[in-house]
C-alpha cells in the first residue's frame, strides 16, 4: 500500500515533466527520470529521506525534498501519508508559484 498520493497538480507537473524529457531526451530518460521522482516520493512516505519543513504564511506546515533537477513540496495527512501537493524545477521562482497550492 502507498504511503502518497498526488494530489491533482502534482500529477500534471509529473506529465509535464515526463513530455519534455521525452522531448529532449527520449522515452529511456523521461520513464527513468519520472519513476526516479516517484520512488522518491516513497522513500519520503518511509522516511528514509530527510525533509525540510517549511512555514507559510505563518499558518500552513509543508515540506520539500530534492530529487535532482526538482523541487518535490509535500504536507502530512491526518492518517499519515504524504499528499504531493507540486513538483517544481530548480529554477523556477518557487515562493510566487508555491502559494497556489497552500493558499494566500
Known amino acids: 500500500m502507498k504511503r502518497f498520493f498526488l494530489e491533482a497538480a502534482a500529477k500534471r507537473q509529473i506529465e509535464s515533466i515526463w513530455d519534455y524529457t521525452k522531448e529532449t531526451w527520449g522515452v529511456r ?9 516517484l520512488l ?12 525540510q519543513s517549511h512555514l507559510i504564511h505563518g499558518k500552513t506546515i509543508i515540506y520539500r525534498s530534492r530529487y535532482e533537477k526538482h523541487l518535490i513540496f ?3 495527512t491526518i492518517d499519515g501519508k504524504l499528499s504531493i501537493l ?6 523556477m521562482d518557487v515562493p510566487q508559484h508555491l502559494v497556489r497550492y497552500v493558499g494566500e
Not at 29 to 35: D, G, L, P, R, V
Open 29 to 37: 530518460q523521461a520513464e527513468k527520470y519520472t519513476n526516479g521522482l
Open 86 to 91: 507540486a513538483i517544481f524545477h530548480i529554477s
Open 74 to 76: 509535500f504536507k502530512k
Open 40 to 51: 522518491h516520493c516513497e522513500k519520503l512516505s518511509l522516511k528514509k529521506l530527510p525533509w
